[in-house]
C-alpha cells in the first residue's frame, strides 16, 4: 500500500468516478483503475461495486477511506513539520557547555538567539569540559561549548573553533594576607593555599599550563581543597580560605563589592612591568561528520558574529 494508492482511491471514493478522479490527478484512467484493482487484489477485498459508468464504495472501501484520510492527515502534518524545521520555525537545539561558560558566557548568547528564533527549543545540559567533549563527539549535543582545549583522544572527532575568550584571575578574600597588594610574584604563588577545580574542569586545566609556562608544576602548589564547582571555589575563597583563579566574568561583581581581590602576576626577574594573564578561548565543538540541523547552523552564526565583532574591537 503506497501513499499515491490511498490519494487516488480517496479521489476515486470523493468523486464515485474513476475518469473524473483522473482528470483531478491529472492521471490517466487505466492509472486510477490499476491503482484501485492492485489494493483490492492485495488485501482480497474489493473496494468500489462497479455500476454502470460510476462507482459505489462498499463497507471495506467506507473502512478503508476513514484509516486512508488519516494517514494522508498525519503524512501532511509530517511535510509541514520538516519544511517548518527547515525555515526555523520549530526545531531543537541541543547544546552543552562547561559550568562557568553556561553561567556567565552563555546566558547572552541565548538570548539573542531566542529573540530570533522564538520557536526553537534550547536544552543546555551542564558539565566539566571533558563530559562536554565527550558529549558533543558521541552525538548527545549539537554543539559544546568548553574553555581549555579537547584531549587528543578527541580531536579527530570534534572541529573546534575559537568563538571568545574568557580570562582568569587570582582571587582572595578580605581574611587573606594578599587581599589589598597590586600584583603578586610568580615565585609567591606556592607560599599560600589553593583552592582547586577537578582535573577534568578547563578553567583548572588553563591555570595548569599557565603555571607551566611560569615554570611552576601545579604540584608544587598547597592544595587545600579540590571543588566540582567554581561557585563553591568562589565561595570557600570568598569566606578567606586560599586562593583561586577564577574567571574574570564570575568574579566581577565580587570584586566591585571588594570581598574579592583581583592579583595580576608578575615575572619580578624576566619582566617586572609586564602583567602576566590567563586567557582562554572558548572553544566551539561539533562533530566533524554528523549532520548539522538547522538551528545549530544558526546558533552557529550568531558565536561567529559575536567573534567578528569582538575582533573588530581589539584591532
Known amino acids: 500500500m503506497t501513499l499515491e494508492q490511498l490519494r487516488i482511491f480517496l479521489m476515486v471514493a470523493e468523486h464515485q468516478h474513476f475518469t473524473r478522479a483522473a482528470e483531478a490527478l491529472f492521471v490517466t484512467q487505466p492509472a486510477v483503475s490499476a491503482a484501485i484493482h492492485s489494493l483490492e487484489e ?19 472501501g467506507k473502512l478503508l477511506q476513514v484509516e486512508a484520510q488519516k494517514i ?22 541541543k547544546l552543552g557547555a562547561s559550568l562557568n561558560i553556561a553561567n556567565y558566557w552563555l546566558p547572552e548568547k541565548i538570548s539573542q538567539f531566542k529573540r ?26 549539537d554543539l559544546g561549548l568548553v574553555t581549555g582545549g579537547v584531549k587528543p583522544v ?16 587570582i582571587v582572595v578574600g578580605r581574611n587573606h594576607p594578599w587581599f589589598g597588594q597590586s ?3 610568580v615565585e609567591d604563588l606556592p607560599t599560600t593555599e589553593w583552592v582547586m577545580r577537578e582535573p577534568g574542569s578547563g578553567a583548572q586545566r588553563m591555570f595548569e599550563k599557565a603555571l607551566q609556562t611560569w615554570g611552576l608544576d ?3 602548589l598547597n592544595v587545600v581543597l579540590v571543588l566540582a564547582s567554581s561557585e563553591m571555589v568562589k565561595a570557600v575563597v570568598e569566606s578567606g580560605v586560599g586562593a583561586a583563579a577564577l574567571p574574570e566574568l564570575m568574579v566581577q561583581k565580587e ?15 624576566q619582566n617586572p612591568d609586564q602583567k602576566l594573564e590567563i586567557v582562554q578561548p572558548v572553544l566551539k565543538l561539533k562533530h566533524q561528520q554528523r549532520f548539522q540541523s538547522r538551528p545549530a547552523i544558526a546558533f552557529e552564526g550568531i558565536l561567529q558574529a559575536g567573534m567578528a565583532l569582538l575582533t573588530s574591537v581589539s584591532q
Open 42 to 60: 492485495e488485501y482480497g477485498v474489493k473496494l468500489f461495486h462497479r455500476i454502470g459508468r460510476r462507482v459505489e464504495i462498499t463497507a471495506a
Open 72 to 93: 494522508l492527515d498525519q503524512v501532511t502534518l509530517a511535510e509541514r513539520g520538516m519544511r517548518e524545521l527547515n525555515t526555523l520555525q520549530r526545531g531543537e537545539l
Open 218 to 220: 601545579a604540584g608544587n
Open 183 to 185: 600584583h603578586i610574584a
Open 116 to 141: 530570533q528564533y522564538p520557536q526553537i527549543q534550547v536544552i543546555c545540559d551542564l558539565a566539566n569540559a571533558d563530559e562536554i567533549c565527550h558529549g558533543t563527539a558521541t552525538g548527545l549535543f
Open 154 to 169: 578527541l580531536q579527530d572527532s570534534l572541529e573546534q573553533d575559537i568563538v571568545g575568550y574568557d580570562r582568569l584571575q
Open 255 to 269: 570584586i566591585q563589592l571588594d570581598v574579592l581581590h583581583a592579583l595580576p602576576v608578575i615575572d619580578l626577574q
